[in-house]
Structures are given as C-alpha cells and as structure tokens.
C-alpha cells in the first residue's frame, strides 16, 4: 500500500498537543457527501466493517485491494441508523441499529436493537438476525466485547453502561459513574467509546472531552471508581479510540480533525494525523488497527465528512475511510 507524508502547517501551532511528526496518511475511500460512517470493525482477513449513520447501512471493504469499493452488505429496515460495532468470536460481529437521525441524535425511545453479523467459513455474505432489543436504552453508542457471550454497550445519553447477553438476550446497566455523564453543553453524548483490555474498561465521554478508565470484575460491574486518563486540551469532543499493543490510546477527535496519540498512563499526549482546517480526516468517529501482515501498524479512521462541525468552517466532504501509517511513528 502506498503512503504519502504530509507537511505540518502552521496553523497546527494552535493546537494541543503537538507533534513534530504526522503519520503519513492515505485515503481508501470517501463516501459522498452527506454519508457519515460511525464505525468500523476489522475482520481477521483484513476487509473493514462500516456503520453508517446516515443511513442504516453496513458496507464491507477490503483497504489493500488494488481499488478499494464498498460492497454493500445489508440495510436495516427496521432501523434508522448504525452505531458502534464489536467482533465476539472469530468473525461473528454484533452492532447497534436504532431509530434515531443525524438531525435528532435522540432515538426514538424503545428502538434500540442488537445484531448478529456472522460470516460462514470463507465467504463475505453474512447471516444476519436479531440478538436483543434494549426498550429502556437511551442512546446506544459504542460497544465492546466483555466475553464470548456478552457484550458492553455506552448509553451516551444515560450515562452508564449496559451488559448485554447476546445469546439469551437479558441485559442490565453494570457501570454507572459521573466520568460517564452527558454534559449541559452535549446532553446526549456523554460516554462514548469502549475498549476493554484485560480488566480495565477504557471510555471517551465527548460531552466532558476526557479518556477515562475502569476496572471491571468478570460479569461487567465496578471494581473500583472511574478514573481520567487525560483530559482534551483543545475541548474537542473524544469520539471512539483504538488501543494499540502498548496500550496507548488513539482518539478520534470529531471537529479537531485529527487523531490523537495517549500515552497509558496519559503522557505522551500528542496529535498524530490530521489537521484542524483540513480535510485530510474530516471529522474522525472511529479508529481500529489492521489484523493482518501487511497492515498491523496501520490504523483505519472512519469520518463523518465534517457534517457536524464542518472544516475551517464551511467544507464538507463525504464520509471517508483513511490509513494512518504508525509503523515507526516518532513519540515524544
């Protein structure tokens, strides 16, 4: 795959934190204008999973293809959109589908609903079908995977986390601490994104700006009080994260159009990829490293094209995929 580095502006000077490097970034494929794509998840053979938000859409696309295309996978009649996404056992995915619209972020109460997306051995054609419905979510947002059973889900608009057994489909609130509330300034978007690793449950809340962390016990409840990792120095609203092999996290921060690099104990603090008045990651929602060989070290953005907060202003672009290359990424 062929990267090409980008110069630093000036105007990079204005933002917090700094690097004196960005990542060399590459874009695989931008949606047009008026698609914003929530959320990925990579499958083991190295095709990318996509939420759109916009519409209740999945789309598959293999990033190291000649000529990447979406290949449209499934529209959710029932739904209005797709939010956050999480793999539970090899190749078999489950994700977010409510009724809710980019315009009124709010859905519509009752309609949150969990679903199975299972690939057969060898094939791209999933088996689709309903795992749970949670009538008393809010706003369900990010997912991660708790075990090959269970599946922890952000209530942005609560507040607090959901476990959800995916296979009898009962669930119930497990996490509820005030570093998970919305905020006056963004009431449906507190807690965000979801990463666990190990025992410790990592979260962006994008009404209060932070990266935070958790430690859970084996059934998804408190052991102890969450705590922040690092605060956003510009107040750009955390969206979803990855976490790499270190454990650093790399955070999507919505209208700062970057990626932000943070350290686990959360120094280094540093801006990666991307700029704040440019189009290069326009938006970013979600980040997940590539599985395989050829793209370890690569991270897969998805964006929203600047249809919340558009860039320097007055740009929008389609929602995009991008690879932000890491592999020797200087860290201060």
């Avoid at 102890?224 to 976490?243: C, E, M, Q, W, Y």
Wanted: proline share 8%; hydrophobic share 45%.
């Amino acid at each position: 795959m062929h990267f090409c580095s980008l110069p630093i502006f000036g105007l990079l000077s204005l933002l917090l934190p700094l690097t004196k490097a960005l990542a060399p970034t590459h874009l695989v494929y931008e949606f047009p204008n008026g698609t914003w794509i929530e959320n990925l998840a990579v499958r083991s053979c190295g095709s990318v999973l996509l939420t759109i938000i916009t519409s209740p859409d999945l789309y598959l696309i293999n990033p190291l293809s000649h000529s990447p295309k979406p290949v449209h996978l499934h529209h959710f009649d029932s739904a209005l959109w797709l939010v956050g996404i999480t793999e539970t056992t090899p190749d078999t995915f489950h994700l977010v589908a409510a009724n809710g619209t980019f315009a009124t972020p709010a859905p519509a109460p009752g309609s949150n609903r969990i679903y199975t997306v299972a690939f057969p051995p060898n094939s791209d054609t999933p088996r689709i079908s309903l795992a749970a419905t949670l009538p008393e979510a809010q706003l369900l947002n990010g997912l991660t995977t708790l075990d090959s059973t269970t599946i922890l889900a952000a209530d942005s608009q609560k507040g607090v986390v959901w476990a959800i057994n995916i296979i009898t489909s009962r669930s119930r609130i497990v996490l509820n601490d005030p570093l998970m509330a919305p905020g006056p300034l963004l009431p449906t978007l507190g807690i965000n994104g979801l990463k666990l690793r190990g025992s410790t449950l990592y979260f962006t809340n994008s009404a209060q700006a932070l990266l935070a962390k958790i430690e859970i016990n084996p059934d998804g409840t408190a052991a102890g009080k969450a705590i922040v990792v690092a605060r956003s120095p510009t107040g750009a609203n955390f969206d979803d994260f990855a976490l790499d092999w270190r454990g650093d996290a790399f955070l999507a921060t919505g209208p700062g159009n970057s990626i932000e690099e943070v350290g686990s104990d959360g120094e280094p603090q540093v801006i990666i990829a991307g700029i704040v008045n440019s189009t290069e990651i326009a938006e970013p929602t979600s980040a997940q490293f590539g599985r395989t060989a050829a793209d370890r070290e690569v991270l897969y953005v998805t964006t929203g094209g600047g249809l919340a907060a558009p860039v320097d202003g007055d740009e929008i672009v389609g929602g995009q995929l991008v690879a932000v290359d890491t592999d020797g990424l200087w860290r201060v």
